[in-house]
């Protein structure tokens, strides 16, 4: 049952995942993999599911890239910056954030309808374990065990 509903979450994705690199490409196959197990769907809610999932993780990807985009603009500037730069980095800043916010709250939104409010906060919960595993598995390769900053 878990192997037809990770071979679907894994089709679902396939599109998304051509276009990306093979490291990405590899990170996403496990985050897909970690959320399946762990929210623990049904083949009914997988299929309604993975597009809805997707379509958030697609946003939250182009609202990160433009954070990233704004945080390197600013570390080149910082020195030269006046304040009303430094203002509407600010501003930019916390529009990002608010678009995430959106994005979540509409992803939480459309997920009510197909799984429990259980299984919603498994999966907001599986993935920041997703990211605090892959996070400390950085650090351990690059020989910096948690703790040792």
Do not use: H
């Amino acid at each position: 049952m878990k192997k037809t509903l990770l071979i679907i979450a894994l089709l679902c994705t396939t599109v998304i995942v051509v276009a990306q690199n093979p490291r990405q490409e590899r990170i996403r196959s496990l985050k897909i993999a970690f959320i399946t197990e762990r929210v623990n769907l049904t083949s009914e809610e997988a299929q309604q599911f993975w597009p809805i999932y997707n379509t958030y993780d697609e946003a939250m990807e182009k609202i990160r890239r433009k954070e990233r985009s704004l945080l390197r603009d600013m570390k080149g500037n910082f020195d030269i910056m006046t304040e009303n730069e430094g203002k509407e980095a600010l501003d930019n800043l916390i529009s990002q954030e608010q678009k995430k916010i959106n994005a979540k709250q509409v992803l939480i939104t459309q997920l009510k309808d197909v799984i429990s409010s259980k299984k919603i906060l498994t999966l907001l919960k599986a993935e920041e374990d997703f990211k605090r595993n892959l996070i400390e598995q950085l650090r351990n390769r690059r020989g910096r065990p948690r703790g040792n900053r």
